[in-house]
């Protein structure tokens, strides 16, 4: 089993930075991409930005220049620095992680952590 932590959510004003992580553990061979989404009330799940293992990035064009993605694969890390946060990005951000676990492909999504951004 693979253990997704999140952490890094809170309450901000505009124009404030938030940095999240998400810490991936457990029977773990490999990681492979590592993405963020969010899920703001009464919408749907929509991608923020990916890591591929690699290193190359892909952002959502509502949070470009605003937003970097980043990795420690080390420690099997993500991070997510929020800056210019505006109202428009509060959400529940989740973490999700394509692995290679006991020598199979599996995907993990992480237990969601709040960002709520006040005007």
């Known amino acids: 089993q693979v253990q997704l932590v999140e952490s890094g959510g809170g309450l901000t004003q505009a124009g404030g930075s938030l940095r999240l992580s998400c810490a991936a553990s457990?029977?773990?061979?490999?990681?492979?991409?590592m993405s963020w989404y969010r899920q703001a009330p009464g919408d749907q799940r929509r991608l923020v930005a990916r890591i591929t293992d690699g290193g190359r990035t892909n952002y959502a064009d509502s949070v470009k220049g605003r937003f970097t993605i980043s990795r420690d694969s080390a420690i099997n890390t993500m991070y997510l620095q929020m800056n210019s946060l505006g109202p428009e990005d509060t959400a529940v951000y989740y973490c999700?992680?394509?692995?290679?676990?006991?020598?199979?492909?599996?995907?993990?999504w992480g237990q969601g952590t709040q960002v709520t951004v006040s005007s």
């Open positions: 457990g029977s773990i061979d490999y990681v492979n991409a």
């Open positions: 999700y992680v394509d692995v290679i676990e006991r020598g199979w492909a599996q995907e993990y």
